[in-house]
């Protein structure tokens, strides 16, 4: 403790004795030159020797609020100088403020010193920079410096660049609302008002915020009448724009008729009505009040209603054996119409026709025996004829008996027979029947016999005891049947060049079976490579197939071709929520003997988030049908080929050449893919009808080329650049809508307000050169520019916003288009950027396993191309598979400086030399 308290001591004593002779030169120095610290020491003496001083508090960026002068801090340890230089310059040590004190727990000196900086300052620079101030530190090891802070004049301008402008829409319409905040220093936050209430679209996911400070309304509800402000600030000032007011109406519509009153005349004519009324919707806010009238009436005429009258009696019946005798009478004179009253009274009337003199008997008892005798007489006719029928029909019925009881066993697969009883003088079963006759008879199903206690088994059936031996063979599907024997001449019917191509070696078959299809120049690559290998490239199509050294045998040469398949036929049938997010792509030819594994590059469109997504590898087989080559992260020992993916492109490294894509399967609504948005319109318009075409394409490469060819050839030019949009599967649709249209100048020929793309047909991806097209009319001819936008969204997601600025021009001018090239093919070592020499030595120095680890699998993990290292052990070099990968991932440009940096972390020293002059050549 007293050795620390000496030393302490001993560093107070040093400050007071030659700090005050470094400032009397200093003084000195100042007289006779404007430059104090122009020649400052690099060091002062201490004992002990101390570290480099280290900032605790460096300098910030400051803004200077109207006159308001700013301070900048700094605080080092240990230091025994600190001060400021502004603008390459020292600044004086009069303006500096120094505080000085011994940090308890190190024990170190820690200096803090501050200086203020004020407008007049600031503003007296001139120079391409801002005025900025750096902190100095001095200890006995040396100085240290801190960043630049900077210091400029804070505003904000009072006039807004656009303010928003009130409209009347109505509900369920889209809105924008546009502005563009002041000029200022810092850039001003935008935020809205809505009846003086902040807008916070995290709560109201109704209101979509651009990135250009522009508010959306999705779709205008009656809540969102209000009065909206755009408001500006920054630490300077807070600027509100203009009210934009706006009014969401809603148009009346008439409610459902009423039913039909009843006719308002009892007797003759008459009308009735129905009524309606104007309340589904009420029109609210000044929309329009229903079109048509609400009361509808028509003519009715009524029946009168005619009362029943009765007919004139009927004479009188006979006298009856009762002693009465009936009259009768009906209601149709007249009959009852439209709600008259049937007749009062009865119909019918009767009455004794022997005033009384009539006398009733029972029957006698001779009658009763009549009808019981006549009854007997029946009963007994009728048993007699059921004795007979019996009689005669077990007569016919006694010769017949069988001792099949049930003839399904045998009719099952072939012609019905009629087989009476068996008896031991009968012959006619011993005969073997020609069941080949029959079975060449039948024409209809085959069905299996069901297993039935009480059939008999065909096995124990006399009538196929035993079967002739038959041989079957089948040579076709059509079920032919052919005996054995034939067979041998078989070889004998084959042609000649079928025999040839099931015995040809495998160069026969690689150029017969296996020819160069037919391809299209604009999107293909074709050339002749040998052992010595190359790269192969369709232009401005991010697809390539690299060739590496040796993969092709020696003494052989391939025609090697690499080609995107644009039309429809060739698109991969898709499942559920699947969608394609790459071009297919055919690399051949298919069937080549390869010696080492070669790397396909395809651009892809998607948002490589492994947690939401199944990423597969498919390809094409020899019979058209597409299989699963790898799922990404799935892989297995099996697998025939490793998948780099990157940022926007995925390397397939196989021996198989073919036709592969990558497809994807959303595992949660998160998982989104990227679409390329681009805009065309006529080059040249002669008419009023101005056709505006926007493209929802696949962001790769390939799509937007075929979509600028497939624009050329039509005397289409893009009118704004292409915008990428991330588009999610949230199963919202794509909404495209035109705003800000000259309505004086022009009219859209939409009948609706906006256009939309159903959700599926984008995520599929097998849709090719998906757009909308959009019409608007010029009023007159003059008119030559049109100023608009355009707002492409997904609902309830991200949009993006086109601001179109069109010129048109009526001069027919044929397009000046020079062919360009489609395709590069480079072959030999200039196809790749690490020489052979070098590459031969990380081979050999890595290939070999290391306890430490230290060799290839290091060199894949340092390249992050250690997806799944079980591929890369499986051949023999693999550092080579893994630099050929490097080389396609990084064509063609090929910065040597990643690869040289991850060699050097690894220690291999000579590997980097060797790079390092193989770089500055």
């Known amino acids: 403790m007293g050795a620390a308290q000496c030393g302490i001591n001993a560093q107070k004593l040093f400050r007071l004795l030659l700090l005050p002779a470094l400032a009397a030169v200093a003084e000195l120095r100042t007289s006779q030159d404007d430059d104090f610290f ?11 020797p101390e570290p480099l001083p280290r900032f605790l508090l460096e300098p910030r960026d400051a803004y200077i609020v109207k006159n308001k002068p700013v301070n900048l801090y700094c605080k080092a340890s240990p230091a025994t100088q600190i001060y400021f230089k502004c603008n390459s310059e020292w600044v004086h040590q009069k303006e500096h403020t120094t505080e000085e004190y011994v940090d308890d727990t190190t024990d170190l000196i820690v200096r803090e010193v501050s200086i203020e900086i004020t407008r007049q300052q600031v503003e007296e620079l001139f120079g391409p920079e801002d005025y900025w101030c750096q902190c100095v530190a001095w200890s006995s090891s040396g100085t240290t410096k801190s960043h630049k802070s900077y210091v400029r004049i804070a505003y904000l301008r009072k006039t807004f660049e656009q303010e928003p ?38 709560e109201d996911q109704n209101f979509y915020l651009t990135i250009d400070y522009n508010l959306i309304i999705k779709q205008a509800r009656l809540s969102d009448t209000a009065n909206y402000t755009c408001v500006a600030k920054n630490i300077v000032a807070r600027r509100r724009s203009t009210t934009a007011t706006v009014i969401v109406y809603v148009n009346g519509g008439w409610s459902s008729w009423m039913e039909w009153t009843s006719c308002n005349s009892r007797c003759g004519r008459g009308y009735q009505k129905r009524t309606r009324t104007c309340t589904n919707p009420t029109p609210i806010n000044g929309g329009a009040f229903c079109d048509g009238q609400s009361v509808q009436k028509v003519a009715c005429t009524t029946m009168c209603p ?28 007249p009959a009852p119409k439209t709600g008259g009253k049937d007749c009062h009274g009865p119909v019918l009337d009767s009455k004794n026709c022997t005033d009384g003199l009539c006398m009733q008997t029972a029957p006698s008892s001779d009658d009763i025996a009549l009808y019981v005798a006549v009854a007997v007489a029946v009963i007994v006719c009728l048993a007699i004829l059921l004795v007979v029928i019996m009689f005669v029909y077990r007569k016919n019925h006694h010769d017949f008996s069988s001792d099949i009881r049930d003839s399904a066993a045998l009719n099952g697969a072939f012609q019905p027979v009629s087989v009476k009883t068996s008896r031991p003088d009968n012959h006619l079963l011993a005969v073997q029947p020609d069941l080949t006759a029959a079975a060449a008879r039948y024409r209809g199903p085959m069905y299996a016999l069901r297993d039935i206690s009480d059939k008999i088994p065909m096995t124990n059936s006399p009538l196929l005891d035993p079967l002739p031996s038959l041989k079957i063979n089948v040579l076709n599907p059509s079920c032919s049947v052919t005996p054995q024997g034939g067979s041998t001449d078989l070889a004998s019917k084959l042609s000649p060049q079928l025999t040839e191509s099931l015995l040809g070696n495998e160069a026969h078959n690689l150029k017969n079976q296996n020819p160069t299809p037919q391809l299209e120049p604009s999107c293909s690559a074709l050339g002749s490579f040998n052992i010595l290998g190359g790269h192969l490239s369709i232009l401005n199509s991010g697809v390539s197939l690299l060739v590496p050294a040796g993969a092709i045998p020696p003494g052989r040469a391939y025609e090697v071709y690499v080609t995107v398949h644009r039309r429809d036929h060739m698109r991969l049938p898709l499942e559920g929520s699947q969608t394609l997010l790459s071009p297919v792509v055919s690399c051949g030819p298919p069937g080549a003997l390869l010696t080492r594994p070669m790397v396909l590059t395809i651009h892809h469109c998607a948002e490589p988030n492994m947690e939401d997504w199944i990423l597969q590898l498919k390809s094409m087989s020899a019979e058209g049908t597409w299989e699963d080559v790898v799922v990404l992260g799935a892989e297995s020992i099996t697998t025939p080929c490793y998948v780099q993916l990157d940022p926007h492109a995925c390397h397939v490294v196989t021996e198989h050449l073919g036709t592969y894509c990558l497809v994807g399967q959303s595992v949660n609504k998160s998982a989104s893919r990227r679409l390329k948005l681009a805009i065309f319109a006529p080059a040249v318009c002669a008419s009023l009808e101005y056709t505006i075409r926007v493209y929802c394409l696949h962001d790769t490469q390939d799509g937007l080329k075929e979509v600028i060819q497939l624009e050329r050839q039509m005397g289409g030019q893009l009118v704004d650049e292409p915008k990428t949009l991330l588009f999610k599967d949230s199963t919202y649709n794509l909404r495209l809508s035109v705003h800000d249209i000259p309505h004086s100048l022009w009219r859209s020929k939409l009948l609706t307000k906006y256009q939309e793309i159903p959700f599926h047909q984008i995520w599929s991806g097998c849709q090719r050169n998906l757009h909308c097209t959009f019409t608007l009319e010029r009023f007159s001819l003059v008119t030559t520019e049109l100023v608009c936008k355009f707002c492409v969204r997904q609902v309830e997601g991200e949009g993006q916003i086109f601001q179109i600025q069109s010129t048109l021009s009526e001069e027919l001018r044929p397009l000046d288009v020079e062919p360009e090239a489609s395709a590069t093919s480079l072959m030999g070592p200039t196809a790749f950027r690490i020489p052979l020499t070098i590459r031969q030595k990380i081979c050999s120095s890595l290939d070999a396993p290391n306890n430490r680890g230290n060799d290839w699998r290091l060199l894949a993990h340092k390249l992050n191309l250690d997806g799944y290292l079980n591929y890369f052990a499986t051949k023999s070099s693999p550092t080579g598979v893994i630099l050929d990968l490097w080389e396609a991932q990084n064509f063609p440009e090929g910065n040597l400086g990643s690869l040289a940096a991850a060699l050097e972390e690894m220690g291999r020293h000579e590997t980097v030399v060797s790079l390092a002059r193989e770089m500055k050549c």
């Open 38 to 48: 122009g020649e400052l020491p690099e060091f002062f003496p201490s004992d002990p």
């Open 306 to 333: 005619v009362d029943g009258g009765w007919t004139e009696w009927s004479r009188w019946s006979t006298c009856g054996t009762d002693c009465m005798h009936w009259r009768w009478r009906e209601c149709t004179a």
């Open 165 to 202: 402008l009130g409209k009347e829409v109505s509900v369920e319409q889209e809105v924008l609302l546009q502005c563009r905040p002041p000029e200022g220093i810092p850039l001003a936050e935008v935020e809205w008002l809505r009846n003086e209430e902040v807008i916070d679209p995290e």
